[in-house]
């Protein structure tokens, strides 16, 4: 077989948890981007917590930003169809046990 070519390694680009460096040395703000893409790496790593916690600011801010976070939130929430199931087999289980058991 033959050998697959290697990458070559890259530098480590800077996450969006780290604040970046401002010219004057001093930490900048981070922007709206930065933000946003901070509320999308913790809904990725499933950290929704967080992503309800990072969200808040820009949804209260509104715009496309605030329309993607509370997009974000959204999918963090319980689902009605698992409630439902959940639901149905606790109801389930009861009738068996009142019926077969007491």
Known sequence: MAAEPEEEPTE????????????????????????????????????????????????????PLGESAADLVQRTKVDPAQVGVLVGCLLFFLYIVWKYVL
């Open 12 to 63: 480590a680009e800077p996450t969006a948890a780290e604040p970046r460096e401002a010219t004057d040395g001093k930490a900048a703000e981070p922007s709206s981007d930065d933000r946003l893409a901070q509320v999308q790496g913790a809904f990725e790593r499933g950290d929704y917590a967080q992503v309800r916690d990072l969200a808040a600011p820009l949804v209260a801010e509104g715009g």
